[in-house]
């Protein structure tokens, strides 16, 4: 029966309450949350966000301003993530900022639910995750505030189950009371653990978890580049697909404004310039932009402000082109460039510490390896070589590693050269000043990059396969071939070369060090020592000095076998140490957790008895 | 300095040592405890001085009690509440970020340049939300003399330990402004001065109230109270805004040089002058060049490094200006009308009748 009162308010509510004293009160309605629907996420979001609109105005209590915190985390995290996404170079790197803000948001959220509250509802029943809705609609944490818990909410049923856990006695007295007190302490011990170990857990589990994705990652999303660079560059060069002109630049074209359209390519030259030469040959840079601007001179010559049709046509084709050139310089990026995050850079990238495995090398040599100086490293690696019992099974293994990623960069090698064989005309007949002096197209820039990069690969990787030759052939020469072209062999090489005496060493040395290459490069390289200052395929011209020489010539001999064993043994030692020591870190956490929910809910001075067969609670003793 | 001891004062009353409650009926025990505890200043709650000295006070004793409050907690003390708890919150948020940077650290010297960063990222990090929270409070405080940040020392009541009903006490410190809903308006009134409502007269003018108030406690108390919210709204508005420049900061070249190894032999070699005075001067140089001066220079840096970078310190810059705007126009009395007190309320017809009633009723005696 419910109470009633008059409109007028004449009745006095303590009459009727003293006329019907067997009367129902309101019930609380609070209730505690079983389930929560998937989508609560999203409404509890919505009803933040109206409750932040409502406080900006001053509206609001303490619970509605208690949640603002939650919003402010969220955005200031994607603040931060789409900062550092914006400080890194490569769409890899840019995706791990973002996969390490998720990993941090699902290590907070997850600690407290798998390893605290988990095991400790395992072990006493007590659901320190609980939550429940008030009577006023409020969402909160069951016991979260110990001085304040509901627990008119929860059922003598469920408390009997809680006891039963906690092994109560079953024939105490008042022994919901009993429970109740265990519960509050395992709160508070479970609230104050998680506070306790948040702040190590959170980076830990997600420095480890984002280490786990980063593999996957970076392979989606390179391979989500190559895709869509492909696909571009298909498309620019569908001689069906009509290349949209810039409506801007067309209204430009049309009324002839010529200081509008060099500012426009000048614009799209520097972008060509910014986007790729940096990245892919330093000395390179800034000349993409001078194919553009020679082609631009040419076509406008003295116009100022009238152009005839030829002209017209002529720069929607030079839009047309610079379209084309930064379709395959973004193909070239994609795949082979030399920058994090490229496809192929990545998978080369991974065969180091494959081929250190294959070579036999265990944690002891790794470490070894990792710290000695370079005597010491060629001595441990030429030892380690000579002694590979099943080398040819050994040189098999090292063979098969990098046939995929050959195969891949091959195959780029191709689509480039294919694509880059129908630039004609316009900006392609344009020639710029590159590195020393050469004048080069815009083709011959591109593919001297394409067959860099290939040389260097196969210089780096193929050579390593070749030590069971050497080892067989010229066996005191295992040593030299590991140390790779040092300054002193190559000096030596030099004399040898330009001497001509002692030629059957000279070739001895060529085959050592260049035996991997095909007989046209291995031919290059002894043109290039007879006579550094004659134009070989690398154009050595005047005036060069011998670093740059040594340089080049370095650049194109690849990594020396010794430099690429020892660095793939620094960065596995190095990741070693990391996992060790994050790893150690963690299981201290993981202990310290394990050790104090063992411990929960036990007596203690804070805590006295409650267990005694049909004893009292800890109220009644007083 | 005893105004600060969160247990001692209490034993410093060897009258009873605790004050005694019992039961929850009132008792004439307990009547007469609550009256001592009345008596006794340091077991009453108390607004303590805005100084800043005042609240690096506070929070020095706050933080060196988080141990306690971890051990207690861990044995799960059924007096443990959720200031303590919100307390321990700190500890994960501090100890968070120093271990996020050694997860950088330890993968070496390949990851060095991002090391610096998380460190410089970490650093910056804290000091924007610091940074952020007084781009309010500062205006909040200086044209509304409202200092949201001023501590009080709260008692706070533990269970029943005896017969008797005898309920020991624990100093807390919170803030007066903390909450909304239980604002701390008692510890505002002036108990011993000749004007209860001094305080509040005072904050009256400061937020440009034309005349003396009537009542100022009750007209303000819903102005400070939405004050209040605005300011925590905008606060947490702000966090994102700041830290996003921290970390756009943090990125920058001028924190290159802040790597474990140079930090550590920068403060060896101010160590290693003799004389202390050498010592101190070297070990405040290597915290100027390491910490300080690439402060602006990396502000300068990012602003320099892209247009968004500008765009968001230029956001960030009109929300803070915005945010004030509305907080101090929201809360100024101006236009306000306000009831002055009595004695300076004007004469009406009314007011006139009861005035000569006033004068013939005592004529009359």
Redo the contacts between chains.
């Keep these: 029966m419910s109470i009633k009162f008059a409109s007028n308010n004449t009745v006095l509510p303590q009459a009727s309450f003293s006329q019907n004293e067997d009367k129902e009160y309101n019930k609380p309605k609070g209730h505690l949350i079983e389930h929560q629907p998937i989508t609560h996420h999203i409404t509890d979001t919505y009803n933040t966000t109206k409750d932040?609109y409502k406080?900006?105005?001053?509206?609001?209590?303490?619970y509605t301003?208690g949640r603002?915190?939650d919003?402010?985390?969220m955005?200031?995290s994607?603040?931060?993530a789409?900062?550092?996404a914006?400080?890194n170079p490569s769409k890899s790197s840019k995706a791990m900022e973002f996969v390490g803000f998720g990993t941090w948001f699902a290590s907070m959220a997850l600690w407290p639910k798998l390893f605290i509250g988990m095991p400790v509802k395992a072990k006493t029943g007590v659901d320190i995750n609980q939550q429940y809705v008030d009577s006023y609609g409020r969402k909160k944490r069951f016991l979260?505030?110990?001085?304040?818990i509901p627990w008119d909410l929860v059922s003598d049923k469920k408390m009997n189950h809680i006891a039963d856990k906690m092994n109560l006695p079953k024939t105490m007295k008042n022994r919901r009371e009993a429970t109740e007190?265990k519960i509050?302490?395992?709160s508070?011990?479970a609230?104050?653990?998680w506070?306790?170990?948040?702040?190590?857990s959170?980076?830990?589990m997600?420095?480890l978890l984002a280490d786990t994705l980063q593999p996957y990652v970076k392979a989606g999303v390179e391979k989500h580049n190559i895709n869509k660079a492909q696909q571009a560059l298909e498309n620019a060069f569908d001689s069906k697909k009509e290349i949209k002109i810039d409506p801007k630049l067309e209204k430009n074209i049309k009324s002839g404004n010529v200081a509008e359209i060099k500012d426009y390519f000048a614009n799209v030259g520097q972008k060509l310039n910014d986007k790729y030469a940096p990245k892919l040959n330093d000395k390179a840079a800034v000349k993409y932009k001078n194919f553009v601007d020679s082609e631009l001179t040419s076509i406008l010559g003295n116009s100022k402000d009238s152009l005839n049709l030829g002209q017209q046509n002529a720069l929607k084709t030079l839009y047309k082109d610079t379209d084309k050139a930064d379709k395959l310089l973004g193909y070239f990026k994609a795949t082979l460039g030399d920058c994090e995050g490229s496809g192929l850079a990545n998978e080369w990238g991974k065969v180091p510490q494959k081929m250190l495995n294959t070579l036999q090398f265990n944690k002891k040599d790794i470490k070894e390896l990792s710290s000695a100086n370079s005597e010491d490293a060629a001595k441990l690696v030429t030892k380690k070589l000579s002694s590979l019992k099943d080398d040819t099974h050994v040189v098999n293994k090292l063979a098969d590693i990098i046939q995929n990623p050959l195969e891949n960069t091959v195959k780029a090698q191709k689509t480039i050269e294919k694509y880059s064989k129908m630039l004609t005309g316009g900006m392609f007949n344009q020639k710029s000043t590159v590195g020393y002096g050469e004048q080069k197209s815009f083709q011959d820039l591109l593919n001297t990059n394409v067959v860099e990069r290939l040389d260097d690969a196969n210089s780096t990787f193929r050579r390593m396969t070749r030590f069971q030759e050497v080892a067989k052939s010229t066996p005191n020469d295992l040593k030299t071939f590991v140390k790779g072209v040092s300054d002193n062999s190559f000096h030596e090489l030099n004399l040898l070369s330009k001497q001509g005496q002692n030629p059957k060493r000279y070739e001895e040395l060529i085959k050592l060090h260049f035996g991997h290459l095909s007989d046209d490069h291995q031919n290059f390289i002894k043109n290039a020592l007879r006579n550094q200052k004659s134009k070989g395929a690398y154009e050595l011209s005047e005036g060069l000095n011998p670093k740059d020489v040594y340089k080049i010539q370095k650049q194109f001999l690849g990594q020396q076998p010794l430099g690429f064993l020892q660095d793939a043994a620094k960065?596995k030692q190095?990741y070693k140490?990391?996992k060790g020591?994050?790893g150690a870190?963690s299981a201290a956490t993981l202990l310290f957790t394990a050790i104090?929910i063992a411990?929960?809910?036990k007596t203690?001075?804070?805590?006295p008895d409650v267990k005694s067969e049909g004893g009292t609670n800890?109220n009644e003793q007083? | 300095m005893s105004n600060f001891s969160i247990n001692k004062p209490i034993q410093k009353y060897n009258y009873q040592r605790y004050v005694s409650f019992k039961g929850n009926e009132p008792t004439e025990d307990k009547k007469q405890n609550n009256e001592k505890a009345q008596e006794v200043p340091n077991l009453q709650d108390k607004a303590l001085s805005s100084s800043p000295l005042s609240k690096l006070k506070t929070t020095a004793l706050t933080t060196a009690k988080l141990p306690e409050?971890?051990y207690?907690?861990?044995?799960?003390?059924?007096?443990?509440?959720?200031y303590e708890?919100l307390q321990?919150?700190n500890?994960?948020?501090?100890?968070?970020g120093?271990?996020?940077y050694?997860?950088f650290d330890?993968?070496?010297?390949?990851?060095a340049k991002n090391a610096n960063l998380k460190l410089a990222?970490v650093l910056l990090y804290y000091g924007m939300i610091k940074a952020s929270q007084m781009a309010i409070d500062t205006p909040v405080k200086m044209f509304r003399g409202i200092d949201l940040n001023q501590p009080y020392r709260h008692m706070s009541d533990l269970k029943?330990?005896?017969?008797k009903g005898t309920s020991p006490k624990r100093t807390e410190y919170h803030k007066l402004y903390e909450?909304?809903?239980?604002t701390r308006w008692d510890l505002l009134y002036d108990r011993n001065g000749k004007k209860v409502n001094s305080k509040y007269d005072k904050l009256a003018h400061k937020m440009n109230a034309n005349e003396e108030m009537n009542d100022s406690d009750s007209s303000l108390k819903p102005r400070i109270?939405?004050?209040i919210?605005?300011a925590?709204?905008?606060k947490?508005?702000l966090?994102?805004?700041f830290?996003?420049i921290a970390?756009?900061m943090a990125?920058q070249k001028p924190w290159e040089n802040l790597t474990t190894s140079s930090i550590k032999e920068g403060y060896q070699k101010a160590f290693s002058n003799k004389g202390i005075l050498n010592k101190a001067k070297y070990a405040g140089l290597t915290t100027y060049q390491h910490f300080v001066k690439p402060i602006p220079d990396s502000f300068k840096a990012y602003w320099g490094s892209?247009k968004?970078a500008q765009g968001v310190i230029l956001g960030t810059a009109a929300l803070v200006g915005i945010a004030n705007l509305?907080i101090l126009s929201?809360s100024s009395l101006k236009k306000e009308k306000i009831a002055p007190p009595p004695d300076k309320q004007p004469e009406t017809a009314q007011t006139k009748e009861v005035k000569k009633e006033n004068v013939k009723e005592g004529g009359n005696k």
């Design positions: 932040f406080a900006l105005k001053g509206e609001g209590t303490d301003l603002l915190n919003i402010a985390t955005a200031g994607l603040g931060i789409a900062t550092l914006k400080a979260e505030d110990a001085q304040y007190d509050r302490q395992v508070v011990q609230n104050t653990l506070m306790l170990t948040a702040g190590l959170t980076p830990l997600s420095s960065q190095v140490n990391w020591a994050v870190l104090t411990m929960m809910g203690n001075k804070y805590n800890t007083h | 409050y971890a207690r907690g861990l044995k799960g003390d059924q007096n443990a509440n959720f708890f321990l919150g500890i994960p948020y501090l100890v968070g120093g271990v996020l050694k997860c330890w993968g070496g010297k390949g990851a990222g029943v330990i005896d017969k909450s909304v809903d239980f109270r939405s004050l919210i605005q925590k709204a905008y947490t508005l966090i994102a805004p830290v996003t970390i756009g990125s892209n968004t509305h929201k």
